[in-house]
């Protein structure tokens, strides 16, 4: 960079260009000054060179330089066209290869974080659970920062966490970085804008953060107005959504009008038409409905149902009240749900609900309404193909860039944190079977109903699901040892350590031992972790000895639910549990193919064949648009499972005869 020289001074006049100060203007080289036109400067400004063009949409290109601008302490990288600001850019440093055009004004106004330090009161409107967004956050510390307020000496280091790293990025200049699109936008304030983020049309961008990177830019729409928020890589915001105070994790997407206030969004959720206030979005979270209302609550692998909607507010102190639904939960189209609520993972909620149930202790349940009141039916989740489905596609759907991901996410849909729900899930039926006696007609838990059928299935289902997760453990324990003799596989069975006894948690998307959570926790209170990155490797680390700490967990288990004792266990219950195994897998496979051979049933072929077709035209219609049962993907892979789980079965079994 150099200073002007009196010719070249002469040269922008005559191009239409002002400064208060010429001698505060320094430029790289003499050639780019003729794409430097009607253009007036303030304060320090410094220009990169015009060496390139932008092709535009339609084959047009435009050059890079200045035009038609104001500019107030202001750096512009190399090859930059701006072009049509109709107020000013001031106090911004702006990176290579940026095209910037049709934009109000860009102002950074004193000292800003760019929305970090932020408080977001998630799930009490009226304070308590604020979390401090930054622009490392990750769904975990969100969740222990929000839900963890019986341990203040935490919160107190996870804030100065957040402080520590909002200090870092103050600043009283704004950046755009490099190879960045701003066009036809209106006011932006404030605003960290990262690598390659695209911005067009904006409405307001205001005290926010696009924490965008060329692997994994960021796209914000037309008509979108935002305050005091953070956007991180890989994630959209289109069509006038509105944002205040609000969190957008790794490849989200938020459109179609959506609104929210007060909430935090992590990985891969995905918004659009209805509106969020005060929710804490764990990874996952989809709602796609105008009229879908998310309000006060915990979600997390999500779908909610058009017209769904929940009550913080019962008129007496305040919207105080919160909710719960935990991992995979589901509402149905038009459920309602009053607050305070907890419903138990991968549970499907339908109808209203005003009970204000725990059914925590029963995962995979059904609560629907019935005369106004609220039936459970425990387990039935299990055998839903729609339940499978979901845990299938969420992996498939992860739109995050491999590195750099955030959020650690275990994608199990049976776990030590589900399995370990079941068997407390099977003692409250046995229990409420014992106290009531076998025949009752009605059971009644937790401000809910289980008829006397659905118990009997909830329990059969229960026995299911964890023998088919203490085989597994089982299994993957065996082909990881060694197998060369009974003495061997038997010495090798006990685990080497005992961490991941006891119970488990779902720090949203991060299922690790309570234990071991609590013993990180210690440590950030002993000041021994001094600071967010060193919180996010030590809980990426829970993340990755997942399944070490998994088969200490089942081996408990497994020893408890089969009667066994570690000093007595012999070959052949190991091959007694891989057929207890073997049984379950098939049975809880042959319930998903009749669940999902109701899809191709004779009421599933309703409105198919128009126009008073035949029946043979009805089902030909069926056929092209829907396929055949046979041969349908889901089908064809349940069956495969069954065939190839038999023969995994089949071959343990004769493996550990051979010993």
């Given amino acids: 960079m150099r200073e002007l020289t009196s010719t070249e001074i002469q040269r922008l006049e005559a191009q239409g260009c002002t400064a208060e100060d010429w001698s505060r203007v320094s430029i790289t080289d003499e050639a780019s000054l003729k794409y430097i036109r009607h253009t007036r400067f303030s304060g320090d400004i410094r220009i990169g060179s015009f060496q390139k063009s932008f092709e535009m949409p339609g084959g047009m290109h435009k050059h890079t330089g200045i035009f038609s601008a104001t500019l107030h302490n202001v750096t512009i990288g190399d090859d930059c066209c701006i072009e049509n600001i109709k107020n000013y850019i001031a106090n911004y440093d702006i990176g290579n290869d940026c095209f910037i055009e049709n934009v109000d004004i860009i102002l950074c106004d004193g000292p800003s974080s760019f929305g970090n330090g932020v408080e977001v009161a998630v799930l009490n409107e009226t304070g308590g659970r604020e979390v401090t967004i930054h622009d490392r956050l990750t769904a975990h510390e969100a969740y222990l920062e929000a839900f963890y307020r019986h341990r203040p000496e935490l919160i107190s280091r996870l804030k100065r966490f957040a402080a520590d790293r909002t200090a870092e990025c103050t600043s009283d200049r704004g950046t755009i970085g490099e190879h960045v699109t701003i066009v036809d936008t209106g006011y932006i304030k404030n605003m960290y804008v990262g690598a390659y983020a695209k911005v067009e049309g904006a409405g307001r961008l205001k005290n926010g953060t696009l924490n965008s990177r060329q692997e994994a830019p960021i796209h914000i729409g037309y008509g979108v107005i935002a305050d005091d928020f953070i956007v991180q890589d890989g994630s959209s915001v289109e069509d006038c959504t509105t944002l205040t105070r609000v969190y957008v994790g790794q490849a989200c997407s938020l459109g179609h009008g959506y609104s929210a206030s007060d909430s935090l969004f992590f990985c891969n959720c995905q918004e659009e038409n209805g509106e969020a206030c005060a929710i804490f979005a764990g990874p996952f979270t989809v709602t796609h409905h105008k009229s879908t209302l998310l309000i006060a609550g915990l979600f997390s692998f999500m779908n909610a149902g058009s017209g769904s909607n929940q009550s913080n507010h019962m008129y007496k102190l305040g919207p105080i009240h919160q909710g719960a639904l935990e991992r995979g939960a589901k509402t149905s189209s038009d ?325």
């Fill in 335 to 659: 459920s309602y749900i009053l607050w305070p609520a907890r419903i138990g993972a991968f549970s499907l909620v339908m109808g209203r609900h005003s009970s204000h149930s725990d059914t925590s202790d029963l995962p995979f349940s059904y609560l629907i309404e019935k005369n106004g009141e609220t039936y459970l039916a425990p387990a039935v989740n299990l055998r839903s193909v729609g339940t499978v489905r979901d845990a299938q596609k969420w992996p498939k759907r992860d739109r995050r860039h491999p590195e750099g991901r955030m959020d650690q996410i275990n994608y199990n849909l049976l776990s030590p944190y589900t399995i370990d729900k079941m068997f407390r899930g099977l003692r409250v039926l046995e229990e409420l079977e014992r106290l009531s006696g076998p025949t009752s007609d009605v059971y009644a838990y937790q401000s809910a109903k289980i008829s006397n059928s659905s118990l009997h299935r909830g329990q059969e289902l229960y026995r299911i699901a964890i023998e088919k997760f203490l085989g597994n453990s089982l299994i993957s324990h065996l082909e990881r040892t060694d197998c060369s003799s009974a003495e061997s596989v038997l010495d090798n069975l006990k685990p080497s350590h005992t961490r991941g006894r006891g119970v488990w948690v779902d720090l949203a998307g991060l299922i690790a031992p309570k234990e071991l959570v609590n013993a990180l926790l210690d440590d950030v209170e002993a000041d021994k972790i001094h600071s967010a990155e060193e919180f996010d490797k030590a809980l990426r680390q829970l993340h990755e000895n997942y399944y070490k700490y998994e088969w200490t967990w089942a081996y408990e288990k497994m020893l408890e639910y089969f009667g066994l004792y570690p000093d007595r266990i012999t070959i052949d219950d190991l091959i007694a549990i891989v057929r207890r195994w073997q049984d379950s897998v098939v049975r809880l496979d042959k319930m998903l193919y009749s669940d999902a051979k109701k899809e191709f049933s004779l009421s599933a072929h309703t409105g198919f064949g128009f126009d008073g077709a035949s029946q043979r035209t009805v089902e030909s219609d069926f056929e092209h648009v829907r396929g055949e049962f046979e041969t349908n993907p889901f089908v064809t892979e349940v069956q495969a499972h069954i065939e190839r789980k038999t023969q995994l079965g089949e071959r343990m079994i004769a493996m550990l005869k051979g010993l």
